[in-house]
Nanobody, 113 residues
Framework: QVQLVESGGGLVQPGGSLTLSCAFSSRRFNGYTMAWFRQAPGKEREWVAR???????GYSDSIKDRFTISRDKSKNTVSLQMNSLKPEDTAVYYC???????WGRGTQVTVSS
């Protein structure tokens, strides 16, 4: 049973914004470090951002200052606000629980004019 469900992906023009959401089926994930990864066609999956259980964020250099990760423990969600999107941000975005190595099934983000 998939415990993490991503949503919010879609098609957006360069320079646009999207917000991804990862919803959990259990509050136990609120105590874990959660992360977003992405995988572009023909490329390896790469880490994008993480947030610790006490809300400390971390970002990869490729998206720093454009993306913001946050969590809402009352709603059992982790979000990824993505601004100033570029065509190279096109990928399937995955939510991951770092502590338990659990993954969602991903949501597609396509940045194209």
């Amino acid at each position: 049973q998939v415990q993490l469900v991503e949503s919010g992906g879609g098609l957006v023009q360069p320079g646009g914004s999207l917000t991804l959401s990862c919803a959990f089926s259990s509050r136990r994930f609120n105590g874990y470090t959660m992360a977003w990864f992405r995988q572009a066609p023909g490329k390896e999956r790469e880490w994008v951002a993480r947030i610790s259980a006490n809300d400390n964020p971390g970002y990869s250099d490729s998206i720093k200052d454009r993306f913001t990760i946050s969590r809402d423990k009352s709603k059992n969600t982790v979000s990824l606000q993505m601004n100033s999107l570029k065509p190279e941000d096109t990928a399937v975005y995955y939510c991951r629980s770092i502590n338990t190595d659990e993954w969602g099934r991903g949501t597609q983000v396509t940045v194209s004019s």
